[in-house]
């Protein structure tokens, strides 16, 4: 799978989604300070006809000669698409016409053309089979149920899926970011960060372990930095936590346990959903945590289990709509997180890719978790070098 974080993939469930338009609302909004590419992908399986919408068609389709062609589009004409994104603002715009079979050798054609780094808005729904882009978002119709082959073989991987309906979104163009010249998306959500613990198993505050030249606390925030409308600290001492410029939330009632930080930071929350993480898990995974926030729809928290059925409470998606019986539970002496569960709607989310995953209890861990870093480091440098 090629990886590039600077690629951002527009697909939909159908037509009459808004794709073109959102696209063209990305592009403009980043055309005047960066050189955006514009890139459309039509996939043309010969089995399954001679047009992917069905019909005779238009005849892009069936002019294919080879396993693929690209396009330079040149035409100002508002009734294409790639035209659309060329009046947009964007730097070059290429269309791909690609045999479903050669996706991978299309691509690869594709990103010769395509400096490294520039940032990409890309229309397509197979594509993402052979590319791990920034982010892949996925359109929804809401008045339309079908969800062409196309798109159902890839919204599993989406990053957001976006319903559309009365012509208007429900997550705006507006919310897609640059970090790092690579694309990242703003949950309408807030973050919060628990340092209240006594860190007693390390034997020195776990918040400010040195990680790269700076704190742990800051490291982690600065992951989870533009990703969220509001980031939050909960501790007890906010002068020692001024430096990150985020507001800090101290415990209703101190010495009360990990629960008594999670009731007092959703309490203090500008946000429905709040994605919330303890101070010692150093990596932060963002696909995860985008994941979590896109099924919460219907629970009050998201949790990650691992394959061997460890449950990570201090990882996990909460809903304002927990806050009234984490309250009881409170009330009634209980401290354990463990004991709001039974109480609340909760969904699990499986995670097999744990190589991202430390959580940092002890010395030891520190230590293998600093070395494993600067032991990647030696590795990436090599790659660059040879």
Not at 33 to 44: A, E, F, M, N
Not at 87 to 109: D, I, N, P, T
Not at 249 to 277: H, R, W
Request: charged share 25%; with cysteine.
């Amino acid at each position: 799978m090629i990886s590039r974080s600077n690629f951002i993939i527009i697909g939909s469930t159908g037509r009459n989604t808004g794709k073109t338009e959102f696209a063209c609302q990305l592009i403009g909004q980043y055309a005047r300070d960066h050189q955006v590419y514009g890139v459309k992908v039509v996939t043309i399986d010969p089995n399954e006809g001679n047009c992917p919408r069905g019909g005779k068609g238009c005849g892009i389709c069936t002019s294919l000669k080879g396993d693929y062609e690209i396009t330079d589009e040149k035409i100002v004409d508002p009734t294409k698409d790639t035209s659309r994104m060329l009046m947009a603002g964007a730097f070059k715009v290429y269309f791909l016409r690609v045999s479903v079979h050669a996706l991978e050798k299309g691509l690869k054609a594709l990103l010769k053309l395509i400096p490294d780094h520039a940032l990409t808005v890309c229309e397509s729904n197979s594509i993402r089979k052979v590319i791990e882009p920034g982010l892949f978002l996925v359109i929804k119709n809401l008045n339309e149920r079908k969800v062409k082959q196309s798109c159902a073989e890839v919204v599993h991987l989406a990053d957001k899926v976006i319903d559309f309906h009365d012509m208007n979104w429900n997550f705006h163009p507006d919310r897609i970011l640059i970090k790092n010249q690579a694309w990242i998306l703003r949950e309408q959500a807030t973050a919060v960060i628990l340092a209240g613990g006594r860190s007693s198993r390390m034997g020195t505050d776990k918040s400010m372990l040195d990680v790269n030249g700076q704190p742990l606390i800051a490291h982690i925030a600065h992951q989870l930095d533009g990703h969220f409308d509001e980031i939050i600290i909960g501790a007890n001492d906010p002068s020692k936590y001024a430096f990150l410029n985020y507001p800090v939330i101290a415990d209703v009632e101190k010495d009360q346990g990990p629960l008594m930080g999670i009731y007092s930071c959703l309490m203090a929350s500008a946000s429905e959903v709040n994605f919330i993480t303890a101070c010692d898990i150093p990596e932060m995974n963002l696909k995860l945590i985008h994941n979590m926030i896109n099924i919460s729809g219907d629970a009050d928290i998201v949790m990650p289990v691992s394959e061997n059925d460890h449950y990570e409470p201090l990882y996990a998606v909460y809903r304002k709509s927990v806050i009234p019986e984490a309250k009881l539970v409170l009330e009634g002496d209980g401290r354990r997180i463990t004991e709001l569960l039974g109480r609340v709607r909760v969904k699990f989310i499986s995670f097999s890719d744990t190589a991202w995953y430390q959580n940092l209890n002890l010395v030891d861990d520190y230590h293998v978790y600093i070395k494993k870093g600067n032991l990647d480091k030696c590795f990436r440098q090599k790659d660059v070098t040879e």
